[in-house]
């Protein structure tokens, strides 16, 4: 009960901030992508929690791949390396390329080699006694967030998601109920 509810305050607080906005998503499309984030968010657990791989690999990319994005589109890059950890940071690549987002996934791992970010640097983050937050400070995060938003509206990625969700019904049936 309380990743549903989680799921559905991820939900409720991504709408008002245009994630969504009308222009790139039908009523039709909004309803299927809020249930899509029920879904993955209310019963799939956290990538740190060994129960995580206890699901397909297509449910664990979806998971990524809509962090990811619910990080960018709530704080950029630094917010993602923050709340999400090297687990995350780790698996996001191949989790983009799997959903048929490749141009993210180049954005990324460019900006991770520019920058000279490592998973440990990433790990370090929370640590206040760190310098993991200079290399984040010196590192371009809103340039890379820039092109990011850039690239999320010129390949309808709501729709990309929605469309691998679609060929993958073990992602829909996450929750065992199926659509």
């Not at 309380?2 to 607080?13: D, F, G, H, S, Y």
């Not at 996001?92 to 490749?102: F, K, M, Q, V, Y």
Request: hydrophobic share 40%; glycine share 6%; proline share 4%.
């Amino acid at each position: 009960m309380k990743r549903l509810m989680m799921a559905w305050v991820m939900v409720l607080c991504l709408v008002p901030l245009g994630v969504w906005a009308e222009e790139e998503a039908s009523g039709q499309e909004l309803g299927k992508l809020g249930h899509l984030y029920s879904v993955v968010f209310g019963q799939v657990p956290y990538p740190d929690d060994p129960a995580f791989m206890d699901y397909p690999e297509t449910v664990r990319s979806i998971w990524v791949v809509l962090s990811f994005d619910m990080e960018i589109q709530n704080g950029g890059v630094n917010q993602f390396f923050f709340n999400k950890g090297t687990y995350c940071a780790r698996l996001l690549p191949d989790a983009l390329r799997a959903t048929g987002l490749n141009e993210i996934a180049d954005l990324y791992e460019a900006f991770i080699t520019d920058n000279g970010i490592t998973l440990e640097q990433i790990e370090s983050i929370r640590d206040p006694d760190s310098d993991s937050m200079d290399i984040l400070d010196s590192a371009d995060c809103d340039a890379f967030d820039h092109a990011y938003d850039q690239i999320r509206r010129d390949t309808d990625f709501d729709r990309r998601v929605l469309d691998y969700a679609d060929l993958h019904p073990e992602v829909w049936d996450a929750d065992g109920t199926g659509r």
